[in-house]
């Protein structure tokens, strides 16, 4: 049930309908203006990952760069694939288990093919609007793929292995906000909204940071997507959980998760899986890649170990779910620095996303009272945040290994407090957009499907019956 | 004959099984039960998240025996299943009015 107080609510409908005719219109001024952005002043360590014009001289296609990309394109496939799919799953109970697996594995197919329709050219090819610096959005040059080919270069190594490498990451950022929506949900809404979240909120923030946009060439270190994956996924599924309503039986009565084992195999797979997210977001198969996947590797053992000492100390037991869950939040804070820290740094990184995510689980159940049912908030968008701000000082040459932070159009680095301004300011314009947008498409899908949650019935049914027509375990 | 109900500790059936087989029990039905009398549930924690769980796992145990063998398996069932600890379980008996052996036809204690 949702409770409206008109006056509160007037001033996201302004913005969201500004946000809205200001994409559209970026949108309308296609790729004809060929003005050359020029983000070059600032050296970041993500200008990796920005599309280069192939309008000089071609780069020769680099064979070791290429096979590392398309195999963690694989990973990162992997993470959601069953990876998501099998964390999420074995958290529910039995009897919605299968829902969980067909929403990360139907939202995957689905934004697959809005990648390749529009996402792509929306979030990673060359927009803006006339001379101004600023982006907001892409172009439609390359909707349907238009123009891309076999020979087609991303730098040194193939368009083709770009488009899919990015696509892992667009599926995986709508798959994540299925944490929040689990086990009461209509499959219509989660289809609908999440084809509309990936066009409105994923590819602009990816296009801010990664695309060349604004916030690229203001300097922010993005390297793996703190901002563009984990604070937009978790913002938005804060938004989605509170409009959607609790479960039943939240918060007193909640049957626990009907397969740990099933959700360590998951957390396992992610593990594995995110060695591509960030190392492979170094596009190259060299020292970067190596010391991302390092870091992250470090980050994701401490921040479960800490996790696991911190559920010792509190309830008595080491389990297993929560140092899964401790892992989960090292990967996701990691993942923002992994370009820019060095492996102390890391270790320091994980044992701050082990102390901050497990209170901050309790923090959204208990104070806010909002049924974020697999803490997407608390563990992904918590964790980006916190990365996406603490990479401004670990990250600085000098501090315990970092690699180097932003240079301004001097060409001098930003100061650690320069640089967590603009961390900051990144966070909060991809929150605030992820937050309006989330509410409004939410209103839209609640009209369109006669509510977004199901019947009361069917929630005790279970998902997988009333939704799906199938049994989980059938055990005979 | 009487029908016997024993509800146990499910680590407790292979005991019973085998302290019934010594002396000559050679059938029974076995179901997975949950419940609780005395021993209450526990709480699990999860996320922070407390999960209150109020059934155990039980194990229910039936056999139809003639009658002068009703306190001997009783008797059996106990030992094997006790181990003096809240949540051991209970004992039931009933009277049975009939028994046939499906596959021959026979009746009352020989289709025992």
Same mark, same amino acid.
């Given at each position: 049930?949702?409770?409206?107080?008109?006056?509160?609510?007037?001033?996201?409908?302004?913005?969201?309908?500004?946000?809205?005719?200001?994409?559209?219109?970026?949108?309308?001024?296609?790729?004809?203006?060929?003005?050359?952005?020029?983000?070059?002043?600032?050296?970041?360590?993500?200008?990796?990952?920005?599309?280069?014009?192939?309008?000089?001289?071609?780069?020769?296609?680099?064979?070791?760069?290429?096979?590392?990309?398309?195999?963690?394109?694989?990973?990162?496939?992997?993470?959601?694939?069953?990876?998501?799919?099998?964390?999420?799953?074995?958290?529910?109970?039995?009897?919605?288990?299968?829902?969980?697996?067909?929403?990360?594995?139907?939202?995957?197919?689905?934004?697959?093919?809005?990648?390749?329709?529009?996402?792509?050219?929306?979030?990673?090819?060359?927009?803006?609007?006339?001379?101004?610096?600023?982006?907001?959005?892409?172009?439609?040059?390359?909707?349907?793929?238009?123009?891309?080919?076999?020979?087609?270069?991303?730098?040194?190594?193939?368009?083709?292995?770009?488009?899919?490498?990015?696509?892992?990451?667009?599926?995986?950022?709508?798959?994540?906000?299925?944490?929040?929506?689990?086990?009461?949900?209509?499959?219509?809404?989660?289809?609908?909204?999440?084809?509309?979240?990936?066009?409105?909120?994923?590819?602009?923030?990816?296009?801010?940071?990664?695309?060349?946009?604004?916030?690229?060439?203001?300097?922010?270190?993005?390297?793996?997507? =703190? &901002? @563009?994956?984990?604070?937009? /996924? $978790?913002?938005?599924?804060? *938004?989605? #959980?509170?409009?959607?309503?609790?479960?039943? %039986?939240?918060?007193?009565?909640?049957?626990?998760?009907?397969?740990?084992?099933?959700?360590?195999?998951?957390?396992?797979?992610?593990?594995?899986?995110?060695?591509?997210?960030?190392?492979?977001?170094?596009?190259?198969?060299?020292?970067?890649?190596?010391?991302?996947?390092?870091?992250?590797?470090?980050?994701?053992?401490?921040?479960?170990?800490?996790?696991?000492?911190?559920?010792?100390?509190?309830?008595?037991?080491?389990?297993?779910? =929560? &140092? @899964?869950?401790?892992?989960? /939040? $090292?990967?996701?804070?990691? *993942?923002? #620095?992994?370009?820019?820290?060095?492996?102390? %740094?890391?270790?320091?990184?994980?044992?701050?996303?082990?102390?901050?995510?497990?209170?901050?689980?309790?923090?959204?159940?208990?104070?806010?009272?909002?049924?974020?049912?697999?803490?997407?908030?608390?563990?992904?968008?918590?964790?980006?945040?916190?990365?996406?701000?603490?990479?401004?000082?670990?990250?600085?040459?000098?501090?315990?290994?970092?690699?180097?932070?932003?240079?301004?159009?001097?060409?001098?680095?930003?100061?650690?407090?320069?640089?967590?301004?603009?961390?900051?300011? $990144?966070?909060?314009?991809?929150?605030?957009?992820?937050?309006?947008?989330?509410?409004?498409?939410?209103?839209?899908?609640?009209?369109?499907?006669?509510?977004?949650?199901?019947?009361?019935?069917?929630?005790?049914?279970?998902?997988?019956?009333?939704?799906?027509?199938?049994?989980?375990?059938?055990?005979? | 004959?009487?029908?016997?109900?024993?509800?146990?500790?499910?680590?407790?059936?292979?005991?019973?099984?085998?302290?019934?087989?010594?002396?000559?029990?050679?059938?029974?039905?076995?179901?997975?039960?949950?419940?609780?009398?005395?021993?209450?549930?526990?709480?699990?924690?999860?996320?922070?998240?407390?999960?209150?769980?109020?059934?155990?796992?039980?194990?229910?145990?039936?056999?139809?025996?003639?009658?002068?063998?009703?306190?001997?398996?009783?008797?059996?069932?106990?030992?094997?299943?006790?181990?003096?600890?809240?949540?051991?379980?209970?004992?039931?008996?009933?009277?049975?009015?009939?028994?046939?052996?499906?596959?021959?036809?026979?009746?009352?204690?020989?289709?025992?």
């Amino acid at each position: 049930m949702l409770k409206m107080e008109t006056l509160k609510f007037l001033k996201p409908y302004w913005m969201a309908f500004f946000l809205i005719i200001f994409n559209l219109s970026a949108v309308a001024q296609n790729a004809s203006s060929e003005t050359d952005l020029e983000p070059t002043n600032v050296t970041s360590v993500e200008s990796v990952n920005m599309v280069e014009k192939d309008t000089v001289e071609p780069t020769p296609l680099n064979n070791g760069n290429t096979a590392w990309m398309l195999t963690a394109t694989a990973l990162v496939l992997f993470m959601t694939l069953p990876g998501l799919a099998l964390f999420y799953g074995g958290l529910v109970q039995s009897k919605n288990v299968l829902s969980v697996l067909m929403h990360c594995f139907a939202v995957a197919c689905l934004a697959s093919i809005i990648w390749i329709a529009v996402g792509y050219s929306l979030a990673l090819t060359q927009g803006g609007f006339g001379e101004d610096a600023r982006g907001w959005i892409g172009g439609k040059g390359k909707f349907f793929l238009n123009g891309v080919f076999e020979e087609s270069m991303n730098g040194d190594f193939p368009e083709s292995v770009w488009i899919m490498f990015q696509m892992t990451f667009a599926i995986i950022t709508p798959a994540l906000i299925v944490g929040a929506f689990v086990e009461r949900i209509k499959f219509t809404a989660v289809m609908l909204f999440s084809g509309l979240w990936l066009i409105v909120v994923y590819c602009p923030v990816c296009y801010w940071v990664w695309g060349g946009g604004w916030l690229a060439q203001a300097g922010v270190i993005d390297f793996a997507g =703190g &901002i @563009v994956v984990h604070a937009t /996924a $978790g913002a938005s599924a804060l *938004t989605l #959980a509170w409009m959607l309503g609790r479960r039943s %039986g939240f918060p007193r009565n909640l049957k626990p998760p009907h397969s740990p084992g099933m959700v360590m195999m998951g957390a396992a797979m992610l593990w594995v899986g995110w060695f591509g997210f960030n190392a492979g977001s170094a596009a190259a198969a060299n020292g970067d890649a190596g010391m991302a996947m390092l870091v992250t590797h470090i980050s994701a053992a401490t921040a479960s170990l800490v996790w696991m000492f911190i559920e010792w100390k509190k309830t008595g037991k080491p389990g297993l779910v =929560g &140092i @899964v869950t401790g892992t989960i /939040a $090292g990967l996701a804070t990691i *993942t923002p #620095a992994s370009g820019a820290v060095g492996p102390m %740094g890391a270790v320091i990184i994980g044992a701050v996303a082990g102390l901050v995510c497990y209170f901050a689980c309790g923090f959204v159940k208990e104070k806010l009272g909002v049924d974020d049912s697999l803490d997407v908030a608390a563990v992904h968008g918590v964790g980006g945040i916190l990365g996406t701000l603490m990479v401004s000082y670990l990250g600085q040459t000098g501090v315990l290994g970092g690699q180097g932070i932003s240079q301004n159009e001097d060409g001098a680095y930003l100061t650690w407090k320069e640089q967590f301004a603009v961390q900051a300011e $990144g966070c909060l314009a991809a929150i605030a957009l992820s937050v309006v947008a989330t509410f409004i498409i939410v209103k839209i899908v609640s009209a369109v499907t006669g509510g977004i949650r199901v019947s009361e019935e069917d929630e005790t049914k279970g998902l997988d019956q009333a939704a799906h027509g199938e049994n989980g375990y059938s055990l005979n | 004959m009487k029908l016997i109900k024993s509800i146990i500790k499910p680590f407790k059936l292979e005991d019973l099984k085998d302290a019934l087989s010594e002396i000559g029990i050679e059938g029974m039905t076995v179901l997975e039960a949950k419940g609780f009398g005395r021993q209450k549930g526990h709480t699990e924690i999860y996320r922070g998240s407390e999960y209150t769980i109020d059934f155990l796992p039980k194990v229910l145990v039936e056999v139809v025996v003639p009658d002068d063998l009703a306190d001997k398996v009783i008797d059996t069932i106990v030992k094997a299943a006790k181990t003096e600890k809240i949540g051991d379980g209970k004992v039931f008996v009933l009277p049975v009015e009939q028994a046939v052996r499906i596959r021959t036809g026979e009746q009352g204690e020989e289709a025992l």
